[in-house]
């Protein structure tokens, strides 16, 4: 028996409800297209819903590098009394904490409040596309059957490039040759937690705890440790290299890992997410091997919980509260656009005449159990991430947001976290509204890079301004 596939119409297709497909859709209905949003999961927000903090919003040293729709975004999260704001490290970062379930209420406040129609449940099946580089739409599945949506212009945020790979466009996989992945994570979440007796624990065994990598927060280690403590919140990196996490490992009591990132998410629970567990050797688009990784990432939960409430003073009574809503996805495809962001770019700060939106996280990539290579960004400053990268070759009406950008390994490493994903999201959904006011749909590079900059100056991003 056949099943009539039904058709929708729509200005603005964005694929995936992630921090970039949440930006990227609420600002082109802000600025007037009609918008329907894809996602295939239950909830909207993707990994913002996981516990772990937003990277990439401040600079090491301090300076707003994302605003615009990220702002709003917390504004939304603090009415639901779910904000706990900026949070330095010590170690390089000044990450943004928020509660993950008020996450996910901001996510959707935003995103039906802007009048985006959202198909929840639903993947993207097929796409449909010309051998002139134009994408007429994409069939998506779902328990009602196949739905041919047709976009004047299309927005992949999948995250793992779906769209473009499937429109054919070239995509990137590890560098020069090697296909090797970052590994795969399992967030997890621990209620019941004394922040003041761990941040005691820092002070009085900060041979545990990495923090001075960026150097500008203080003039030693002491007086990093003691801003640490002083500042009087959970964010604490307990490192591979330190004696508590290296004889659990050698012992067996741990598995092996760079790091043990604690965070706080709410002061009313007493409430942590910890980014620990990893596997490697894992190709996120192929689902058979990231449905093995569950396993192994589960046990591992549960062998770092017991770590910490035997090991880690402050932990003696918390409880596992909750895992993230979804494995954890690091890197996997990413696009050949008209620009490709190097890692050269990033250290240096580069900043581009086609810049339309900022990353300003260290360069981060996590290897095989203890292997982690991290540098920080030029005195601690932002780079831009250029119009091109959003752009994929040889396509006229397709646009990327978030981590499947136009970057090498190492840029890669530093764009794809949350911020700089919203930063993304936003540039991209306004130049695709834009597009709409312009008639440019048979091509979307005919937007102004120069009038896009504007308007997304006017409507809160940060373009200019920091180093």
Known sequence: MTTKMSSMETDVLVVGG??????AATSAARNGAKV???????????????GIPVDGVYTARGDLAVGGFATDFFDACARYDGFIGKVCDYRALNVVCVDPEASKLAAIELVYGAGVQVLMYTFADQVVASADGVVEG??????????LIRARVVIDATGDADIAAGAGCETMVGEGGDPTLQ???????????????LLAFVA????NVS???YPGFAPDRAAAIAGLVAQGRPKVFLVAGGPLLDTAIAEGRMYPTSMVAITPISEGRREVSVNTTRVAGVDATDTSQLSRAIDDLSRQVQTCSRFLQTSVPGFEDAVLSALAPRVGIRETRRIVGDTVLTGADILAGRKFDDGIAKGCHELDIHGRETGHRRANIKDGGSYDIPYGCLLPKATKNLLVAGRCLSADREAHSTARVMGSCMGMGQAAGTAAAMARELNAFEDIRQVDVGALRARLREQGAVLDGIA
């Open 211 to 213: 923090v001075l990598e």
């Open 36 to 50: 329907v949003l894809v996602e295939a999961g239950p909830m909207l927000g993707g990994e913002l819903n996981s």
């Open 18 to 23: 992630g921090s970039a497909g949440i930006a």
């Open 183 to 197: 590994p795969v994570s399992l967030v997890f979440r621990m209620a019941g937690v004394d922040a003041a007796r």
């Open 204 to 207: 009085e065994a900060p041979e």
């Open 138 to 147: 994409v069939i998506v599945r779902n328990k009602r059957g196949r739905t």
